[in-house]
T-cell receptor, first 109, second 114 residues
Framework: GQNIDQPTEMTATEGAIVQINCTYQ??????LFWYQQHAGEAPTFLSY????GLEEKGRFSSFLSRSKGYSYLLLKELQMKDSASYLC??????????FGAGTTVTVRA | IAGITQAPTSQILAAGRRMTLRCTQD?????MYWYRQDLGLGLRLIHY???????GKGEVPDGYSVSRANTDDFPLTLASAVPSQTSVYFC?????????????FGAGSRLTVL
């Protein structure tokens, strides 16, 4: 099984940077994913890390340390539309993807 | 538009009734999944299918059954609904196999069991 922890809520100001941390415990790590979910909508894919290091994709970056069981999602130049829940998910094997409870980010003007 | 279609969008159901949530994808993805999402608990895997003709149990399979007769369809059945099955249900699909294997989600089905 897996244990995935991430903060419940974070608040930041428009234009700022926010870092969402995720820690996990798993017996068969095969990738870490970040998804974004706006209220009332389906989750959408943001990033994927399977090797240690930083993956950058525009304003969003994701970092992974497999030895520490740790990842973070970095959101830069925050915009109002970034207000959403951010879900950390860990895969075991080829198919089983387990999700954390999600971090709700509120961006204030 | 390619993607995943779920039906119904929303349903209120009396306890003890049978209910099937439908899921169809047109991306020719090999793998399909059913998750439920509850406040404070996040998404939890109910059942999954690696390929047509095979299914597997996820984290919370009790009270649910699935079938995968073909590549496109993956219905989820509640044989006798109970109030604890009130939730938002998301169907998802992925190419399967090794690699990123990114999940694409449907819009969700909101189920209320009274």
């Amino acid at each position: 099984g897996q244990n995935i922890d991430q903060p419940t809520e974070m608040t930041a100001t428009e234009g700022a940077i926010v870092q969402i941390n995720c820690t996990y415990q798993t017996s068969g790590f095969n990738g870490l994913f970040w998804y974004q979910q706006h209220a009332g909508e389906a989750p959408t894919f943001l990033s994927y890390n399977v090797l240690d290091g930083l993956e950058e994709k525009g304003r969003f970056s994701s970092f992974l340390s497999r030895s520490k069981g740790y990842s973070y999602l970095l959101l830069k130049e925050l915009q109002m539309k970034d207000s959403a829940s951010y879900l950390c998910a860990v895969r075991e094997g080829d198919y089983k993807l387990s999700f954390g409870a999600g971090t709700t980010v509120t961006v204030r003007a | 538009i390619a993607g995943i279609t779920q039906a119904p969008t929303s349903q209120i159901l009396a306890a003890g009734r049978r209910m099937t949530l439908r899921c169809t994808q047109d991306m020719r993805h090999n793998a399909m999944y059913w998750y439920r999402q509850d406040l404070g608990l996040g998404l939890r895997l109910i059942h999954y299918s690696n390929t047509a003709g095979t299914t597997g149990k996820g984290e919370v399979p009790d009270g649910y059954s699935v079938s995968r007769a073909n590549t496109d369809d993956f219905p989820l059945t509640l044989a006798s609904a109970v109030p604890s099955q009130t939730s938002v249900y998301f169907c998802a699909s992925s190419e399967g196999g090794s690699g990123a294997n990114v999940l694409t989600f449907g819009a969700g089905s909101r189920l209320t069991v009274l």
